[in-house]
C-alpha cells in the first residue's frame, strides 16, 4: 500500500510519538509498503521541505510552533495548523500527484480531523487514528480543566476527529471498555491497538553509571518526561521508598515537573538520586541494562489507562518494573501475570515499601536471566512492531 502518516512529531525528534511513529514506519518499509509523513514544522522557511528518513518520505510543512509556548497560543496553533497545512500540501503539484491508499494518524493532537478529511476526499482513501490520549478527559481527571466552554470546545474537536476516522485504535484493553462506554455512535470504529517497540541497536550510553557517586548501588531508572501527567508526587514516593531500600535512583530526561522535582529531592535530603538531561533514544536501552529496575508514575486520578512506551523500553531491556498507576489500569495484569515487577495504585508511603520490599525478593527468587525471558515474552505477545502494522494495514484494506 501507499500509506500517508500524519503526526505532529516525527524523527529527528526524541518524543515517544516521534519513535513510534519511525518505527512504525520502518516496519512499513520492511514489508515493501510506500510511506509518506506529513509532519508541522516552525523551523523552516519555505512551505515544504522534503527529506527521506530511511527510506521514509518526509514531507515538513511550515507551521505555527505548538511546543514551549503558553497554552492559548498552543491551542490556536493546534487548531490553525490543520487548515494552513492542507492549503500548502494541496497547493504543492507534487503531493496532489501522490498516490494515497490510506492515511493513518496520531492524536495527540486532537485537531487533526480537517487536514485529514481533506486528504481522504481528494485521495478517496480510509483513515485509522491511532488514539493515545483521550484528550480532554484526562485533564479534566487531574483538574487541569472545569466542565465549561473551553472543555466543551475541545470534546467538540475530539468528536470530530472519531467522527472522520474509519477505525480507531484505542491503546489498552481498559481503555477500549472506557471508549464504548462514553463514545457508543463510534463504538463500532475502536479496537485495542497495543503500542509496540522495535528492536534496539547497541549503541553505547553517554551515561555512565559505574563513574557515579552510585557506583556501588542497586540502581532504578526513569529515562523520559516528568509532568503533569506523569505524577511528580507519585515518582517522588518511590525515590524516598528506594532510597529507605538502599537503592540509587537515576533520572534522565525533561519536563515541566523535573526542575520541581529535583528541589523537592534535593530538600529531602535524598543523596542517592542523579539527574541528567535527556539522551538519544538509541542510547537508552544501554543505560538501562546498567540498572537493576525501571520506575513508571501515572497520577492516580487518570479513569483513562495508557501504557507507556517506557514500559516497553523496560521490557525490551530485560529489567523489572516498579509501577504506580491509577486503579484499573491494564498494566496491573500485564506486570503481575508476566511476574516483571511489582505494581501499586496508591503512593502511600507503607505500601510503597512493601512493594519494594517484594520486589527485591522477586529479583532474589529468579535469577537475572528468567526475568529477561519473561520480559522478553511479554514484549513477543503484545508489543511488536509487525502486530500493529499488520492490524492497521488489515483495517484499512477492509474499508
Same mark, same amino acid.
Given at each position: 500500500? %501507499?500509506?500517508?502518516? $500524519?503526526?505532529?512529531?516525527? /524523527?529527528?525528534? #526524541? ?7 519511525? =518505527?512504525?514506519?520502518?516496519?512499513? !518499509? *520492511? ?14 522557511? !519555505? ?6 528518513e530511511g527510506g521514509v518520505k518526509v514531507l515538513a510543512v511550515k507551521a505555527f510552533r505548538t511546543k514551549d509556548i503558553s497554552y492559548l497560543q498552543r491551542v490556536l496553533a493546534e487548531w490553525i495548523n490543520p487548515y494552513l497545512m492542507g492549503r500548502r500540501l494541496f497547493c504543492s503539484q507534487q503531493f496532489k500527484s501522490m498516490k494515497i491508499n490510506g492515511v493513518i494518524w496520531y492524536s495527540?493532537?486532537? &485537531? ?62 481498559? %481503555? ?6 462514553? @463514545?457508543?455512535? @463510534? ?19 553517554? $551515561?555512565?553509571?559505574? %563513574?557515579?557517586?552510585l557506583r556501588d548501588l542497586k540502581v532504578a531508572v526513569y529515562a523520559g518526561n516528568v509532568g503533569i501527567a506523569q505524577g511528580k508526587d507519585a515518582l517522588l514516593a518511590m525515590t524516598h521508598a528506594l532510597h529507605e531500600a538502599g537503592m540509587g535512583v537515576v533520572y534522565v530526561g525533561r519536563g515541566s515537573e523535573m526542575r520541581v522535582m529535583q528541589e523537592q529531592i534535593k530538600e529531602a535530603?535524598?543523596? %542517592?538520586?542523579? &539527574? &541528567? ?16 529496575? +525501571?520506575?513508571? /508514575?501515572? =497520577?492516580? #486520578? ?15 531491556? +530485560? $529489567? ?20 516483571? +515487577? ?29 526475568? *529477561?525471558?519473561?520480559?522478553? #515474552?511479554?514484549?513477543? =505477545?503484545? @508489543? ?16
Amino acid at each position: 500500500m %501507499n500509506l500517508l502518516i $500524519i503526526t505532529d512529531a516525527y /524523527a529527528p525528534s #526524541r518524543t515517544s510519538a516521534a519513535v513510534l511513529l519511525k =518505527d512504525l514506519a520502518q516496519q512499513y !518499509i *520492511q514489508e515493501g509498503h510506500q510511506v509518506s509523513v506529513v509532519v508541522p514544522s516552525a523551523q523552516q522557511k !519555505i512551505p515544504i521541505q522534503e527529506y527521506e528518513e530511511g527510506g521514509v518520505k518526509v514531507l515538513a510543512v511550515k507551521a505555527f510552533r505548538t511546543k514551549d509556548i503558553s497554552y492559548l497560543q498552543r491551542v490556536l496553533a493546534e487548531w490553525i495548523n490543520p487548515y494552513l497545512m492542507g492549503r500548502r500540501l494541496f497547493c504543492s503539484q507534487q503531493f496532489k500527484s501522490m498516490k494515497i491508499n490510506g492515511v493513518i494518524w496520531y492524536s495527540p493532537s486532537i &485537531f487533526w480531523a480537517p487536514l485529514v478529511k481533506r486528504c481522504q476526499d481528494f485521495f478517496a482513501c480510509p483513515s485509522y487514528l491511532i488514539l493515545r490520549d483521550l484528550f480532554p478527559d484526562w485533564a479534566l481527571d487531574l483538574s487541569l480543566l472545569k466542565k465549561g466552554p473551553i472543555y466543551s470546545f475541545f470534546k467538540y474537536i475530539e468528536k470530530k476527529q472519531y467522527a472522520q476516522a474509519n477505525w480507531i485504535g484505542v491503546q489498552s484493553a481498559n %481503555n477500549l471498555t472506557y471508549f464504548q462506554k462514553h @463514545f457508543t455512535q @463510534f463504538a463500532h470504529k475502536a479496537q485495542v491497538l497495543w503500542n509496540w517497540i522495535a528492536p534496539s541497536s547497541n549503541t553505547d550510553c553517554s $551515561i555512565q553509571i559505574q %563513574n557515579t557517586p552510585l557506583r556501588d548501588l542497586k540502581v532504578a531508572v526513569y529515562a523520559g518526561n516528568v509532568g503533569i501527567a506523569q505524577g511528580k508526587d507519585a515518582l517522588l514516593a518511590m525515590t524516598h521508598a528506594l532510597h529507605e531500600a538502599g537503592m540509587g535512583v537515576v533520572y534522565v530526561g525533561r519536563g515541566s515537573e523535573m526542575r520541581v522535582m529535583q528541589e523537592q529531592i534535593k530538600e529531602a535530603g535524598l543523596t %542517592n538520586v542523579l &539527574f &541528567f538531561d535527556e539522551i538519544p533514544p538509541d542510547e537508552i536501552e544501554a543505560l538501562y541494562r546498567q540498572c537493576s529496575l +525501571g520506575l513508571l /508514575a501515572l =497520577d492516580p #486520578r487518570h479513569t483513562t489507562h495508557n501504557i507507556p512506551g517506557k514500559f516497553l523500553s523496560y521490557m525490551q531491556a +530485560g $529489567i523489572p518494573t516498579l509501577a504506580l498507576v491509577n486503579p484499573g489500569n491494564d498494566l496491573e495484569k500485564l506486570i503481575t501475570h508476566y511476574q516483571v +515487577g511489582v505494581v501499586c495504585t496508591t503512593a502511600s508511603s507503607a505500601i510503597l515499601n512493601e512493594r519494594v520490599g517484594q520486589l527485591f525478593a522477586q529479583l532474589e527468587r529468579n535469577p537475572l536471566g528468567h526475568m *529477561q525471558e519473561q520480559c522478553q #515474552r511479554l514484549v513477543q =505477545d503484545y @508489543f511488536l512492531p509487525q502486530r500493529a502494522s499488520e492490524q492497521i494495514v488489515n483495517q484499512l484494506s477492509k474499508s
